[in-house]
């Protein structure tokens, strides 16, 4: 899948064993959340993105249908008004584990993600601009379940001075 529905977004990255990496830390991570009670929800993303596009821009990523059914479901029925981002860089890559909580609730939405800052130029500046970034979590429908964070520093790479 080089493009999502609607073409967008640039082609993906081909990701290496940080891709690998994101995934035990989501384990690990989420594992620590249940262990203090949380209720989790780990979702694999089939693809990855950073776009800026005139229907969306931010990190874009692609869900399994059942993934996004569970995370649909989740944030009907709660406010996640809390973000914590880990983000490591390797392989020409960003990595991201995205934890989208609900403290009232004590529900974690975990959310890994990459995207190849080389083909993502505009869409960093874009973001850093606006001092905005969101977070679509969607089905290849274009169903969306979007997250809005004030904060995009933890979401993109060190500026090049």
């Not at 035990?24 to 959340?33: C, F, I, S």
């Not at 249940?34 to 209720?39: D, K, N, P, Q």
């Not at 990190?59 to 996004?68: H, I, K, M």
């Not at 989208?100 to 529900?107: A, F, K, M, Q």
């Amino acid at each position: 899948m080089d493009e999502p529905a609607g073409g967008d977004a640039p082609a993906s990255a081909q990701v290496g064993d940080g891709w690998t990496a994101v995934i035990e830390d989501m384990e690990a991570t989420a594992a620590e959340y249940r262990e203090r009670g949380w209720t989790t929800l780990e979702l694999h993303p089939g693809d990855s993105v950073l776009v800026d596009s005139d229907r969306r821009t931010g990190l874009d990523v692609v869900l399994p249908g059942p993934e996004f059914e569970d995370l649909e479901s989740a944030v009907d029925d709660r406010e996640f008004r809390e973000v914590e981002v880990f983000r490591a860089e390797g392989d020409g890559l960003v990595y991201l584990l995205v934890v989208e909580t609900d403290p009232e609730s004590e529900t974690a939405a975990f959310v890994p993600a990459y995207y190849d800052p080389s083909q993502a130029a505009e869409a960093i500046e874009s973001i850093r601009e606006s001092g905005t970034v969101r977070l679509f979590c969607r089905r290849l429908n274009d169903d969306t379940v979007r997250f809005v964070h004030d904060d995009p520093t933890p979401f993109l790479p060190e500026p090049v001075e």
